[in-house]
């Protein structure tokens, strides 16, 4: 339970700092009305956030408790990254 709630907080922090990132490099999807039906400027890299808080978690039960992937290695891992 307590790596969902680290994971959640980490995931909304990221997605501050993201959100932050886009603004300063202008990274948005602006809305055109026949395809996207968002009023305004929506950032483009929130998925990065929560991507990289999943990997940080999956990195840190792989390295530190052992909980989770006890009996996986690293090429398990990359294939479980890939196929998702």
């Given at each position: 339970m307590i790596y969902f709630i680290v994971a959640?907080?980490?995931s909304l922090i990221l997605?501050?700092?993201v959100k932050n990132l886009a603004k300063k490099?202008?990274?948005f999807d602006y809305p055109d009305k026949e395809r996207k039906w968002h009023d305004h400027l929506t950032p483009l890299l929130g998925g990065s956030a929560i991507?990289?808080?999943f990997w940080l978690i999956i990195f840190?039960?792989?390295n530190f408790s052992?909980?989770?992937f006890k009996n996986?290695?690293?090429k398990q891992l990359i294939l479980f990254f890939?196929?998702?």
């Open positions: 959640t907080l980490l997605t501050l700092i490099l202008n990274i991507f990289i808080s840190y039960l792989y052992g909980i989770v996986f290695n690293a890939i196929a998702g």
